[in-house]
């Protein structure tokens, strides 16, 4: 009975204490805790009423043989009077017998009272320890999800340097290479294009210049 009661003991005591350091699911674990706990308790309820009634038993039977001993010392006395001193002798024997009984008997009923009380003990004990776990469930649920969606962030920001904002980066650092390299040709083309036309323009003065020319000797061909 007590190794029962040291298990549950180490049930809150231990493995409560433990819960947010195993794998399991702390809020499903808790809620299973609570039934195991409850279950601990109807089973201790269901001994402490069958304690009570054998102490209560036990103390009927007490009663009603220290009766039967006040009975046999009055039949005695009353043998005596009636001047039968062998059936006086005999009710006495028996009265010493059921006397006997009767001690076996109180203390039998005292043990049992004691261990009823320390079982009431253990089970106010108990229900004091489910209030206790109840009263923690919610709070340590709540503490659980913020501990894992905090794990949750610290894991994705661990790892934020070769994930996606590392792939952002890097196609930032592309675009902006891009950009260069357009700017780049662009300023080239712009230079091929300057030069192409200071050539087209030199083409161009160098036959207004051959056709001024003609027409100037022409002119004075006439004259």
């Given at each position: 009975?007590?190794?029962?009661?040291?298990?549950?003991?180490?049930?809150?005591?231990?493995?409560?204490?433990?819960?947010?350091?195993?794998?399991?699911?702390?809020?499903?674990?808790?809620?299973?805790?609570?039934?195991?706990?409850?279950?601990?308790?109807?089973?201790?309820?269901?001994?402490?009423?069958?304690?009570?009634?054998?102490?209560?038993?036990?103390?009927?039977?007490?009663?009603?043989?220290?009766?039967?001993?006040?009975?046999?010392?009055?039949?005695?006395?009353?043998?005596?009077?009636s001047g039968d001193e062998?059936?006086?002798?005999?009710?006495?024997?028996?009265?010493?017998?059921?006397?006997?009984?009767?001690?076996?008997?109180?203390?039998?009923?005292?043990?049992?009272?004691?261990?009823?009380?320390?079982?009431?003990?253990?089970?106010r004990e108990m229900r004091?320890?489910?209030?206790?776990?109840?009263?923690?469930?919610?709070?340590?649920?709540?503490?659980?999800?913020?501990?894992?969606?905090?794990?949750?962030?610290?894991?994705?920001?661990?790892?934020?340097?070769?994930?996606?904002?590392?792939?952002?980066?890097?196609?930032?650092?592309?675009?902006?290479?891009?950009?260069?390299?357009?700017?780049?040709?662009?300023?080239?083309?712009?230079?091929?294009?300057?030069?192409?036309?200071?050539?087209?323009?030199?083409?161009?003065?160098?036959?207004?210049?051959?056709?001024?020319?003609?027409?100037?000797?022409?002119?004075?061909?006439?004259?």
């Open positions: 009975m007590f190794r029962f009661f040291n298990r549950v003991r180490t049930v809150v005591s231990s493995e409560l204490n433990a819960l947010l350091n195993k794998a399991e699911d702390p809020g499903k674990m808790l809620d299973q805790f609570i039934l195991d706990m409850e279950k601990d308790i109807a089973e201790v309820e269901a001994a402490v009423a069958k304690q009570i009634a054998n102490e209560k038993l036990l103390s009927k039977q007490y009663t009603e043989a220290a009766e039967l001993v006040a009975k046999r010392e009055e039949q005695a006395v009353t043998a005596l009077e062998s059936l006086a002798r005999r009710v006495l024997e028996d009265k010493n017998k059921q006397k006997s009984h009767a001690d076996s008997l109180k203390q039998a009923v005292d043990e049992a009272a004691k261990l009823s009380e320390e079982l009431k003990d253990k089970l004091d320890e489910l209030r206790e776990m109840n009263m923690k469930k919610d709070s340590l649920k709540a503490r659980s999800e913020s501990a894992k969606a905090r794990a949750k962030v610290n894991r994705t920001m661990s790892g934020i340097g070769t994930g996606a904002k590392s792939g952002f980066d890097r196609m930032e650092e592309k675009v902006i290479r891009h950009e260069a390299e357009a700017e780049a040709s662009e300023e080239l083309r712009s230079a091929n294009k300057t030069l192409d036309d200071e050539l087209a323009a030199l083409d161009t003065k160098s036959s207004v210049d051959d056709e001024l020319a003609a027409l100037k000797a022409k002119l004075n061909n006439k004259n």
